[in-house]
């Protein structure tokens, strides 16, 4: 009997470590995965309490002990409410079913069944976490002891239910630390990701970032512009007011550019120094000027406050280059940008520049030559 409760608990732990990370990575990796989450959480929890089921302790007249209330209990930790829900109907419904149809298997289906609603309600005011996940467990322990202990039909029920005692609430407090450890090495790797992907400075994304984002902008294959700004005379800035009243300006120009990209479907970052791109969704050429135009106006018509009460007055010069016109890989466009760019920058401060203009002109230069 203790190699079948080794077996049934080393068969619950390797399922649901293993679904764990396998949730976690589609959650990093899919960005729409959680509004399913629920859902698969409670049909993945289901399915490890059916392959629990199969293993479980069998004592005479069809009575089994194994560890799937803890499946059960982890899947509304994870997944939520409709997760509980979910896997509690799921599982009650195949206990009732299809595992020896009897009155003994709809008590059990029943009880699960039962719980699982209560689970969701109590859920819903108390979301199950890992500070109250005892008060649910002991719930969950003492209703499905209760059960073993007062069927009738069977030998030694104190037995049974001391037998269930320990599995479940072993079973559980091993998942539960062994699930928290790696909550918490996740919640690391995702700070150390986000820094290394966010400029200390504005916290706007950074040019790695950016790089990611407009890689995946080209697999769309969608049209879109990139806007790269660069701020006219920081330097000048930086020497009149000092570095930190620059690192203040940068700041708020960031968090006008996260306003702006808000409304206008785009994504903000710093590139370096006083370079910030846009990269706007949707956007055709026209519509890159446009919007490139707006955002310039906006940064001149509106002064910059810095802490000792000084108002500032920023421009900007703006390169737009556009994909597919002028570039369809990652270096290609940034060189495109780059170039729109400085073209804006030599004509003084507050200019636009799209790199068609730039090639129109180029165009027209080449044909008066060769007159």
Known sequence: MILDIIINLSVMFTFIIFSYFVLEYYQEKRPDFS??????????????????????????KNIFVDTRNISILISGLLGGPAAILLS?????????????????SFMAGGTTIVLGFIFFFLSFKK?????????????????????LFFLEGYKNPLFVSIIFVIMNVTGFYLIYFVLKLFKRQFERIRVIEKLSETDYTTDLPNNRKFDSMLERAIKTQQPFSLLLIDIDQFKMLNLRYGHEAGDELLRELAERLKSFSKTHLAFPARISGEEFSLLCYDAAPAVGVHYATELMLMIRDEPFMISNGVSVQLSVSIGVASYPDNGETVKELTNAVDEAMNAASVLGRSHVVHLNQVCHKKQSTLKKQNL
Do not use: C, W
Not at 35 to 48: E, K, N, Q, S, Y
Not at 127 to 147: M, R
């Open 127 to 147: 979301p199950i976490n890992y500070k109250n996940s005892h008060f649910y467990l002991a719930i969950q322990t003492i209703v499905t002891a209760i059960l």
């Open 88 to 104: 509690s109907i799921l599982v009650g419904f195949f206990r009732m079913f299809f595992f020896e149809v009897n009155p003994t």
């Open 35 to 60: 509004d399913l989450r629920p859902f698969i959480i409670g049909v993945v929890a289901t399915g490890i309490s059916l392959v629990l089921m199969q293993t479980a302790l069998n004592f005479e």
